[in-house]
């Protein structure tokens, strides 16, 4: 089984509230090299693990991860809405591999995706239909969550169960690195916010509206220095790309998940999805970086990576 990987920040800022130019120019060029990677390699299947900011997991039912066996994108800010082009057949294959090796993933037949999907699929194939997936969500924000290594036995269990499929499989992250975007928090939400935690999945044209307003408006602040996020932390980043790179996942999922909020903020436990995608390519065995890129953005609220890597052996 051919296998890659690419994994990306995302930020629903892209575009809305750019970065200078210059900035914006370089993060294009990352992201043309990484589609050319994806071209190259020509997968006939991608497994994505992405997490979700309360578009599509709520408080009504929140599992630790998730395979979906069909998914719809919501088109949040403005990003392309509609169906993914799941393979049904192997999202049940690795589901079943997965809870067979021990990890208790849901499963889902009507799965709702936001930009945590969206993104690094048209950046990197250019549509939400161009290539068969599996999409796998990792819950990354709604607390209580499990320790970070269940990530990786997460991603450990989706590459064994890839190695069983005769697939060219390019392999997604994404999320992260150090981030605190104003994602509401159910232990300190008013009600009418622990409402919306819970039951908030369909909102209307003016709340969402009005939510990714607030977004903007917090990234604007944020990049002028102001309001109350929790500063990026490139030393934390370098550390994250550093381990994942060397395969030590101890380094990173082996610390508490008070570590990952107090060093990267409250949506540095995202980098979950990063620790799964790199365990599945670590269970075809050992493997190599071929590209790192890493820029703090405050105009994107991230701390802004895109890596690709492939075996050692050159399978790929
Ligand atoms: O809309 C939201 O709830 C959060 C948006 C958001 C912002 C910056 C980086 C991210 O990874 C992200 O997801
Ligand atoms: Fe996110």
């Keep these: 089984m051919p296998v890659a990987l690419c994994a990306t920040s995302h930020s629903p800022l892209i575009g ?11 993060v294009d060029a990352e992201f043309a090299a990484a589609r050319a990677f994806a071209e190259d390699f020509a997968p006939d299947l991608a497994v994505i693990f992405a997490p979700d900011h309360y578009n599509g997991f709520l408080y ?16 949040d800010y403005g990003l392309p809405s ?24 849901a499963v889902s037949e009507d799965m709702r995706v936001d930009h945590g999907f969206v ?14 997936v599996v999409p796998v969500f990792i819950n990354c ?11 990786r036995h997460l991603g450990t269990a989706v590459g064994e169960a890839l190695k069983e499929m005769d697939r060219r499989v390019l392999l997604i992250g994404s999320g992260g690195l150090s981030h605190d975007p104003p994602v509401p928090r159910l232990k300190e939400a008013t009600p009418e916010v622990a409402e919306r935690l819970t039951h908030g999945r369909d909102p209307s044209p003016e709340q969402r509206a009005q939510r990714e307003g607030r977004t ?9 220095g102001g309001g109350a996020l929790r500063p990026l932390n490139p030393d934390w980043d370098a550390l994250v790309l550093r381990s994942l790179a060397a395969g ?10 008070e570590w990952f909020v107090a060093e990267g903020g409250h949506s540095a436990p995202e980098v979950r999805t990063w620790i799964a995608a790199y365990a599945a390519l670590a269970a075809a065995g050992p493997y190599t970086v071929r ?3 890493y820029r703090a953005i405050p105009e994107w609220l991230a701390g802004f990576a895109t890596t690709t890597a492939v075996p050692l052996d050159g399978a790929a």
Excluded: I, W
């Design 16 to 26: 809305l509230h750019d970065p200078a130019p210059e900035v914006r120019a370089e």
């Design 60 to 75: 009504d039912m929140m599992p630790s991860f998730c395979v979906g066996a069909a998914a719809t994108s919501v088109g």
């Design 82 to 105: 509609g169906a993914l082009d799941v393979d049904r057949d192997a999202a049940y294959a690795v589901a079943e591999r997965v809870l067979a090796s021990g990890v208790d993933v």
């Design 119 to 132: 993104q690094p699929l048209t950046f990197l194939f250019g549509s939400l239909t161009a290539v068969p």
């Design 141 to 151: 924000v709604a607390e209580p969550l499990g320790p970070a290594v269940r990530a």
């Design 216 to 224: 903007v408006k917090a990234a604007s602040e944020f990049a002028h």
């Design 248 to 257: 030590d996942f101890a380094a990173v999922d082996g610390r508490s998940n």
């Design 291 to 293: 590209s790192s890129y």
